[in-house]
């Protein structure tokens, strides 16, 4: 069984179906009575504010025990399971209008098809992640500390040593140096790896909220979020993962 669960906060995605299933995150009203909560069972759904996509994670790698498969996309951005010939670039992001949604693939396909789709590229490849941006100047620490605080950055990776030293070469060569970056923490992959992965993450930024004071800003209170999506780089190639990048639909006027 295949479970990609598409995160949400203000409205019902436009697209669900068996295979893509809506959570929603935080601790607002829900959107309707019948919908996912991440802020049920085994939760951080409080911390939403802060850590983003990674409360609905959270929620996955703790109660989510039936799928052998699991994932995230966004209610605005869905992970392109069919290649078509305008998301040929290598970074590609294709962004597109909610009416122009309803009329791709991706879409209209059923659910057993994409099933099907999605266990195919699994059968060869440890991960689904996002077709990465490769940046053309700078890499991803670089990047981080661009736009958001460099003492955050540079607690994490202390952090990593502290914790998980073998680390240390990949921290160089796929942050310090790497320069490219699968984005949004959009990813498929078993549902082992989905929880080790998640496991390691949560061991890093939970000790990192405890040696932080979190910005005020709204967008920069984003923190555990902002770092996530570069620290999934991070584990994803360490661990030397056969990793299919595929594009992604961003729908722009939601």
Not at 31 to 41: E, G, M, S
Not at 45 to 60: D, F, R
Not at 122 to 139: A, H, N, Q
Not at 141 to 148: K, L, S
């Amino acid at each position: 069984m295949i479970k990609i669960f598409i995160v949400t906060h203000k409205e019902n995605p436009v697209l669900s179906n068996d295979i893509l299933v809506p959570i929603q995150v935080g601790t607002n009203e829900s959107i309707t009575n019948t919908i996912l909560r991440d802020n049920t069972q085994d939760n951080i759904g409080n911390k939403n504010s802060n850590y983003c996509e990674l409360t609905a994670a959270y929620w996955i790698w703790k109660n989510e025990k039936e799928a052998d498969y699991v994932g995230i996309c966004h209610y605005r951005r869905y992970l392109n399971f069919y290649n078509d010939w305008y998301n040929l670039k290598p970074s590609a992001q294709k962004k597109i209008k909610n009416e122009d949604f309803k009329n791709t693939k991706l879409y209209n396909v059923s659910s057993e098809k994409l099933e099907k789709k999605i266990a195919s590229i699994l059968s060869e490849y440890d991960v689904i992640l996002c077709r990465p941006y490769k940046f053309k100047k700078g890499s991803l620490t670089q990047n981080y500390c661009e736009d958001h605080r460099k003492e955050d950055w540079d607690l994490t990776k202390q952090i990593i040593l502290e914790k998980y030293p073998e680390y240390k070469d990949s921290i160089t060569q796929f942050l310090d140096e790497g320069t490219l970056f699968h984005m949004g923490n959009m990813m498929v992959s078993s549902k082992e790896k989905f929880d080790n992965y998640y496991a390691w993450l949560f061991s890093i930024l939970f000790e990192l909220e405890s040696r932080v004071t979190i910005p005020e800003d709204a967008y920069q209170a984003r923190i555990f979020g902002f770092i996530s999506e570069r620290l999934i780089n991070l584990y994803m190639y360490h661990h030397k993962f056969k990793i299919k990048g595929i594009p992604s639909y961003k729908i722009i006027d939601l």
